[in-house]
């Protein structure tokens, strides 16, 4: 059984940063892609960053520039840094973990979701 576990969020005032983890265990031998998307309380979720195996990165629009999302293939982990942080960015993140080959065939993952509060 594939499993994403994420750790990083938290409170922090505006203008602040946090960085995001999300590991994904289990028998795997492939992970596609990894992301990262948002949902906030009445929104719709929504993408946030998006990295591929070779390392190509997409990223909304709301946090280009602020937001790097990394990857550590040799640890199936992703990291999302998130910097100049604000109100807006309040939402539950969820790490995404796309086309993963293990033990148990190919699926997508989702990980449990981690709260992150921006104050103003």
């Known amino acids: 059984q594939v499993q994403l576990v994420e750790s990083g969020g938290g409170l922090v005032q505006a203008g602040g940063s946090l960085r995001l983890s999300c590991a994904a265990s289990?028998?795997?031998?492939?992970?596609?892609?990894m992301g990262w998307y948002r949902q906030a309380p009445g929104k719709q979720r929504e993408l946030v960053a998006t990295?591929?195996?070779?390392?190509?990165?997409n990223y909304a629009g709301s946090v280009k520039g602020r937001f790097t999302i990394s990857r550590d293939n040799s640890k199936n982990t992703v990291y999302l840094q998130m910097n100049s942080l604000k109100p807006e960015d309040t939402a539950v993140y969820y790490c995404?973990?796309?086309?993963?080959?293990?033990?148990?065939?190919?699926?997508?993952?989702w990980g449990q979701g981690t709260q992150v509060t921006v104050s103003s």
């Open positions: 995404n973990a796309l086309r993963v080959r293990s033990i148990v065939g190919l699926y997508d993952y």
């Open positions: 289990g028998s795997i031998f492939s992970i596609n892609a």
């Open positions: 990295i591929t195996s070779a390392g190509s990165t």
